[in-house]
Each structure stands twice: as C-alpha cells, then as structure tokens.
T-cell receptor, first 112, second 115 residues
Framework: GENVEQHPSTLSVQEGDSAVIKCTYSDSASNYFPWYKQELGKRPQLIID?????GEKKDQRIAVTLNKTAKHFSLHITETQPEDSAVYFCAAPDLGAQKLVFGQGTRLTINP | EAQVTQNPRYLITVTGKKLTVTCSQNMNHEYMSWYRQDPGLGLRQIYYSMNVEVTDKGDVPEGYKVSRKEKRNFPLILESPSPNQTSLYFC??????????????FGPGTRLLVL
C-alpha cells in the first residue's frame, strides 16, 4: 500500500516569509495529491490539490509542486500571514485500498 | 447548507461503557469514512463505506464497529472503549470515493476521553 512521509513536523517562519512543506510517497501509480489545512480546533479542509499530469499548480499565495520521478510533492506558501498558522496534511491515494493516506502533519506557526 | 455533522462533539466515558458517535451528511455522498487523529500520527482511517451496506476496514479498525444502513448516516460504535481509544475522531465523506480523486469533506470532530 501507499506510504506518505511528511516533513517537517513543525515549522516556524516570520510573517511575510515563505514556508515549504514536503511529502514523499511510495506508490508510483498514485495520481492525486491533495493538501488539507486544519486550523486550531477545527476540521481539516482542502486547500489545494494536484494531479499527476501537471507539475505545478498555484492558487494566489499557495502552490503545490509535484516531482513524479522522485515521488515527492511540496506545498509552498508565500508572503505568509498570521491566518496561515495551522496544521497542514498532505495525502496520496492508496489505489488498491481505495482510500487516501495522510502524512503525519506539519504544524506551521507564523511569527509576527 | 451542505455539511457533515457529528455528535457528540465532546465525550468523557469510562472503560467498557459502550458508546456511539453519530455522523450524518446531506450531500448525497456515496463514500464515508472515519478517522482518528493523534499527535504525530496524522489522520488514520478506521473504517470506510463505499455505499449503503458496504463497509470495510481501514488501517486501525480494532475495537471499533460501523454500520451503513442509510446513505446519509455512518455511526461509529465502540463496544467496550479502552483508554487507548482516547483521541479526536473525524467523519468524512466524498461524492464517490474509492479510485475517484475528490475532495473529502470532514465533520467538526468528536473529542473522546476514555478513563
């Protein structure tokens, strides 16, 4: 089955700087890579996703890049703001088990 | 409003006392799933359901049961809760699930403490 590793587990950046979170996956057949954001005390919500037929996708200050050869994908947040503070989860599909496998999560803190 | 609801939101119980956490969605989704969230371990799937009367084990099914008698409801049952089931639980649903690559919509979570 699919195995997803996420790094770092915690990340602290100054407001206005960029943040990058990386995930690796094991199944080369995986073709869909979403990122979920979980604010304190709230539910995870999808913020961006990428499919394996593209290498990069942007939505305002967030972007996701995918390297299929190396089997890793990354979340990039530019011009960080206090409301970006949250736990971020990456995920990849376990196609055999028909489910999403989540990474361990990254707690991002934006310092004013 | 399209949503996934869970009840209760918070629960303190004692070892061995059976409990049920309800989950309901109003989006006519086929796929529903239960996760538990523990620090450093991310979201781990407990059980999932592809459709009515179709359920299957996830990664950590021990000590849990589920049922899917209606499309909208997917209750999680702990027959004899133990302290290691203390966790934050999320129900989630998606339109088709399985091999279809879709957004999962999460419920608000249920924080369970087993003494």
């Amino acid at each position: 089955g699919e195995n997803v590793e996420q790094h770092p587990s915690t990340l602290s950046v100054q407001e206005g700087d960029s943040a990058v979170i990386k995930c690796t996956y094991s199944d080369s057949a995986s073709n869909y890579f979403p990122w979920y954001k979980q604010e304190l005390g709230k539910r995870p919500q999808l913020i961006i996703d990428i499919r394996s037929n593209v290498g990069e996708k942007k939505d305002q200050r967030i972007a996701v890049t995918l390297n299929k050869t190396a089997k890793h994908f990354s979340l990039h947040i530019t011009e960080t703001q206090p409301e970006d503070s949250a736990v971020y989860f990456c995920a990849a599909p376990d196609l055999g088990a028909q489910k999403l496998v989540f990474g361990q999560g990254t707690r991002l803190t934006i310092n004013p | 409003e399209a949503q996934v609801t869970q009840n209760p939101r918070y629960l303190i119980t004692v070892t061995g006392k059976k409990l049920t956490v309800t989950c309901s969605q109003n989006m006519n989704h086929e796929y529903m799933s239960w996760y538990r969230q523990d620090p450093g371990l991310g979201l781990r799937q407990i059980y999932y359901s592809m459709n009515v009367e179709v359920t299957d084990k996830g990664d950590v099914p021990e000590g849990y049961k589920v049922s899917r008698k209606e499309k909208r409801n997917f209750p999680l049952i702990l027959e004899s809760p133990s302290p290691n089931q203390t966790s934050l639980y999320f129900c989630a649903s998606s339109l088709l699930g399985g091999l279809y690559q879709e957004t999962q919509y999460f419920g608000p979570g249920t924080r369970l403490l087993v003494l």
